[in-house]
């Protein structure tokens, strides 16, 4: 929008203190050339078109019927935050999470740093065949020395080097050509330091004529699974893999019927899954239950079976709850003149960073088109955040600039530099605030 309209200002409200989303707080640790997107949002915030206010909750601090009445166009692009449930029996026993409040707890997320998952089992199982699952693994497995030198938070890490997880399953309701996750990501879990691959030869056999035709990605992913599953390692790599301290293995074809208790009824000791056949091919290949079930033992259970949007209050903001989006074309939210949405939110939680710019470029492409057609009527003047300032001062709530921000990077900064980290999160948010001397 600043880019291609030089009268444009935009202000972004954020509910923390600190900027990012899911770039700060989603991304892994160990992925930092990922994160380096904060460069550019940070040249974007210090424009002098560009305002930033954290420490402000749309829907709480401000309505979004306000936020209307002050701004030309308001663009809701507030993610998915909400994890999908299992919905099955055992789902809230102690040593079951979700991978959402697990990443959150390692990457520094305020209202997950008090998790403490307990790692001191053996065996893990995370349900789902995604990047996420895939993430989680390889934090469970990595060598501490490899976490150290990472931004992950200081309380997990000393989990993590206490943990006595050994062994992570990763199970998914269909077979090899439905996962999730991208190659890099596969790769990166084969060759992780002390830990190897048990992939079972037989989920493999017959799989190369399925994928000639299929398109390339999806081909090299299963080319790889299938070479680390049926090929025999060369001596070294044998020896390395056999004194590997740590293994991890993809599970197919099982679907989660129920949390298994311990005797005493309050944690999990391991879940039943119902045996799957598929109907159909390819993506769209349905996961059916064949009536035979199996017990897996695992005193850790991680869920890792997609994100969902939560509503941000209807009427004002349609919202459609089965998808979990909300009802728009091409970013122009449903009914709504000046309202859009861009994002998770808009399309659903799928894609990695690169999709959800893209995805963004297009809602700025309908703003501006509507700028032009005069769909967004711009003769009358709006107040922009100094009407939105006195509702906020109304209601006890002060905003954190970009300015603000930066003094809690310097801090962050200087506390990793002292433990020779890139960073050392605050993650308590009155702490960030009293920094700031808010």
Not at 125 to 131: D, E, P, S, V
Not at 146 to 172: E, H, Y
Request: aromatic share 6%; hydrophobic share 40%.
């Amino acid at each position: 929008l600043l880019q291609h309209h030089g009268g444009a200002q935009v202000d972004i409200y954020e509910k923390l203190p600190v900027p990012f989303g899911l770039v700060r707080f989603g991304v892994a640790p160990d992925h930092p050339e990922v994160k380096n997107v904060i460069n550019a949002f940070t040249q974007t915030a210090r424009s002098e078109r560009c305002a930033y206010y954290g420490n402000v909750t749309v829907g709480r601090d401000v309505m979004v019927a306000e936020l209307r009445q002050a701004y030309h166009a308001v663009v809701l692009s507030y993610g998915a935050e909400d994890n999908r449930v299992l919905g099955i029996p055992g789902e809230n026993l102690s040593g079951v999470y979700s991978a959402r409040a697990f990443v959150g707890w390692y990457n520094g997320l305020p209202e997950n740093r008090d998790l403490n998952p307990d790692l001191s089992c053996e065996t893990a199982l995370i349900l789902g065949h995604g990047n996420v699952a895939l993430d989680v693994a390889r934090i469970l497995l990595s060598p501490p020395c490899l976490l150290r030198k990472t931004d992950i938070t200081d309380c997990s890490l000393a989990a993590l080097a206490c943990s006595k997880v050994k062994r992570v399953w990763l199970v998914g309701r269909r077979g090899p050509l439905q996962v999730a996750f991208t190659i890099k990501e596969l790769r990166e879990m084969i060759n992780l330091p002390g830990a190897r691959p048990v992939l079972n030869p037989d989920d493999f056999t017959g799989l190369e004529d399925a994928v000639k035709d299929a398109p390339r990605p999806r081909k090299r992913l299963t080319e790889l699974m299938i070479k680390t599953a049926l090929e025999k390692p060369g001596e070294k790599t044998a020896a390395v893999q056999a004194a590997a301290p740590r293994e991890w293995r993809l599970k197919f074809q099982r679907s989660p019927q129920e949390v298994l208790p311990t005797a005493d009824g309050r944690r999990a000791r391991g879940i039943r899954m119902a045996l799957t056949c598929l109907e159909g091919s390819g993506d769209s290949a349905k996961a059916i239950p064949t009536g035979e079930v199996e017990e897996l033992e695992c005193g850790l259970v991680l869920s890792s079976i997609g994100y969902r949007s939560p509503p941000l209050g209807p009427p004002v903001v349609p919202f459609d709850t089965q998808r979990g989006v909300i009802p728009n074309s091409s970013g122009r939210v449903e009914g709504v003149p000046g309202l859009y949405c861009s994002g998770w939110v808009k399309r659903g939680p799928t894609g990695v960073i690169i999709t959800t710019m893209n995805d963004s470029f297009d809602t700025a492409q309908s703003v501006l088109e509507d700028l032009q057609v005069g769909v967004l009527d711009v003769s009358a003047s709006r107040e922009g955040f100094g009407a939105v300032e006195s509702i906020l001062r109304s209601r006890g709530v002060r905003p954190v600039s970009f300015s603000d921000w930066e003094k809690i990077d310097a801090a962050e900064v200087a506390r990793g530099k002292a433990a020779g980290k890139p960073r050392e999160k605050i993650v308590d948010p009155q702490e960030m605030l009293r920094l700031i001397g808010h």
